[in-house]
């Protein structure tokens, strides 16, 4: 079974970390979900419900997985020191390192994304690289992968990138039998993105 530390904070996106952990938490027995956040107790998302956070940063540092959502707190977290540390300490063990939305400019503050390929929501893009000059920021994808770090888009997109992270754990036949479960329809090509044209990006 994997632990995945999914942080959530002041002003994150309801969708962002709920989509993706509808996803992984029907993998009840590969899977251990946790909300960590910098003080534990409820957190109140942009769209004004809370969420209680399991463990504060403080707790843990031992996720196999660590969940990093976007929405518009992360405007303030870019310069929260206390948070920016725990995502270096914890990746720096994590097997894997997931971002949705704007959560990537909180991996690319960290210097983690640095020389590597990443996406990002793309209303939000040219903030987003402004926080990582030296990221490779792809304009065009639905979700990226490079190594053991996987970014999506704005959203909805997270739960494209989190089936396609358990199809890289687990095979796309367990990815297309979550996506089932869960009446959604996956968009498999991580290179599919409309948005990026409604944007102007491309």
Known sequence: MRTIGALIFPGFELLDVFGPMEMFGLLSKDYELNLIAEHKGAIQSGQKLSAVADFSIKDR????????????????????????????????HAEFVLSVCTGSALLAKTGLLDDKRATTNKAAFEWVVSQGPRVQWVKQARWVED???????????????????????????????????????WHADSSWDPFAAMHGLV
């Open 147 to 185: 190594g053991r770090f996987m970014t999506s888009s704005g959203v909805s997109a997270g739960m494209d990138m989190s089936l396609g992270a358990i199809s890289k754990m687990h095979g796309k036949d367990r990815a297309k039998q979550v996506a089932k479960w869960s009446e959604y329809d």
């Open 61 to 92: 540092l031992d996720f196999d997985i660590i969940f990093v959502p976007g929405g518009a707190g992360t405007r303030k977290e870019v310069e929260n020191s206390n948070v920016l540390q725990w995502i270096e300490k914890t990746a720096d």
